[in-house]
């Protein structure tokens, strides 16, 4: 079982940047791939980042590349978005999640390959 609570949303200009945190209950932390998806408005959640248990996979949406990086922190139960170049497209609700079973071998780009979610924390971004 996982337990997981972001932080670090907030209100900022275009241009500006974030960094959200998860922090994540258990002692197998490190065995999860672990994900941030976004849902923005009447849109539908999108996958944004994530990352596999052993840091060496990465995965990034098209509309996050290069501006978003994603990373984690295993001794700290920490997985971290930093979010650069911020624009108003960006404007979510932001989660984090971990993948439904621990030592996966693939990192999934979408929402049925994660068994355990966030709360969500709001991502503002004016123009």
């Known amino acids: 079982q996982v337990q997981l609570e972001e932080s670090g949303g907030g209100l900022v200009q275009a241009g500006g940047s974030l960094r959200l945190s998860c922090a994540a209950s258990?002692?197998?932390?490190?065995?999860?791939?672990m994900g941030w998806f976004r849902q923005a408005p009447g849109k539908e959640r999108e996958f944004v980042a994530a990352?596999?248990?052993?840091?060496?996979?990465?995965r990034y949406a098209d509309s996050v590349k290069d501006r978003f990086t994603i990373s984690r922190d295993n001794a700290k139960n920490t997985v971290y978005l930093q979010m650069n170049s911020l624009n108003p497209a960006d404007t979510a609700v932001y989660y984090c999640?971990?993948?439904?079973?621990?030592?996966?071998?693939?990192?999934?780009?979408?929402?049925?390959?994660?068994?355990?979610w966030g709360q969500g924390t709001q991502v503002t971004v004016s123009s």
């Open positions: 258990g002692r197998t932390f490190s065995s999860y791939i």
């Open positions: 990352i596999s248990w052993s840091r060496i996979t990465t």
């Open positions: 999640a971990a993948a439904t079973r621990p030592f996966e071998s693939t990192v999934g780009v979408t929402s049925d390959r994660y068994g355990y």
